[in-house]
Structures are given as structure tokens and as C-alpha cells.
């Protein structure tokens, strides 16, 4: 029940991450990534951040779809494999574009997978 309820948290967190960067990228993104890239980039990367929030859906979806995985080995591979490529996304996006990436991304899937690896 925690695990399950961690991975819908980290897969919720993607599925707003997916709206930000596909359609308020302009609005909310610009909020979001104040001081890390001036305002005048938000306009001409609109489409790039797009894609980059078509992926965060794709992270949501295989976290949301372990949920939903009757066979409990498999339900574990699934979650683990889609958690692993969170906390890379996450630590890559640390140290790329903001540090604020691994506490928001990349700690919650680490957390989890600790947690996995625990119970």
C-alpha cells in the first residue's frame, strides 16, 4: 500500500510536469523555471519543451500502468525500471538545468526504490 501510493504520487507529479512543459509552458513553466533561463527563451522553446513533456508522460504512464500489474514480481520490475529512468531523468535535469530537479524528481523515485528494496 505505501509503495503503491509513492509511485501514484511520483506518476501525478509527472502527469502535471507533462502539462506544464506541453501546454503552460509559457505561464506555469515560466514560474517554475524562474532564474534558470530568461524569458525571452520560453516563446522559441515551446516545442522542445513539449517533447520533453510527451516523456514525462511516458514516465507517468509505466509508473501508473505497474499499478494496475496482478503478478507481483512483475508489478515490482515494471516499477523499478520506470522509477530507475525517473531518478536518472531527475539527476540529469540536476545537473543540467536545476538543482531544485533532484529534490522535486529524482529523490521521491530514489525514496521509493529504497523503499521497494526494504519491504
Same mark, same amino acid.
Given at each position: 500500500?505505501?509503495?503503491?501510493? @509513492? &509511485?501514484?504520487? &511520483?506518476?501525478?507529479?509527472?502527469? #502535471? &510536469?507533462? #502539462?506544464?512543459?506541453?501546454?503552460?509552458?509559457? !505561464?506555469?513553466?515560466?514560474? !517554475?523555471?524562474?532564474?534558470?533561463?530568461?524569458?525571452? @527563451?520560453?516563446?522559441? !522553446?515551446? !516545442?522542445?519543451?513539449?517533447? /520533453?513533456? @510527451?516523456?514525462?508522460?511516458?514516465?507517468?504512464?509505466?509508473? &501508473?500502468?505497474? @499499478?494496475?500489474?496482478?503478478?507481483? /514480481?512483475?508489478?515490482?520490475?515494471?516499477?523499478? %525500471?520506470?522509477? %530507475?529512468?525517473?531518478?536518472?531523468?531527475? =539527476? #540529469?535535469?540536476? =545537473?543540467?538545468?536545476s538543482k531544485k530537479i533532484f529534490f522535486v524528481q529524482a529523490l521521491p523515485a530514489i525514496v521509493t526504490l529504497l523503499v521497494i528494496w526494504l519491504v
Amino acid at each position: 500500500m505505501l509503495v503503491s501510493s @509513492l &509511485i501514484a504520487i &511520483i506518476a501525478i507529479e509527472h502527469l #502535471y &510536469i507533462l #502539462y506544464m512543459e506541453m501546454f503552460a509552458w509559457e !505561464t506555469l513553466g515560466k514560474k !517554475t523555471f524562474k532564474g534558470a533561463m530568461p524569458a525571452e @527563451l520560453f516563446k522559441p !522553446t515551446k !516545442t522542445l519543451a513539449a517533447n /520533453q513533456g @510527451l516523456y514525462n508522460g511516458f514516465l507517468a504512464a509505466g509508473l &501508473i500502468w505497474s @499499478l494496475f500489474i496482478s503478478d507481483p /514480481q512483475w508489478q515490482n520490475n515494471v516499477a523499478v %525500471f520506470f522509477l %530507475f529512468c525517473v531518478s536518472i531523468a531527475g =539527476i #540529469y535535469g540536476a =545537473i543540467t538545468a536545476s538543482k531544485k530537479i533532484f529534490f522535486v524528481q529524482a529523490l521521491p523515485a530514489i525514496v521509493t526504490l529504497l523503499v521497494i528494496w526494504l519491504v
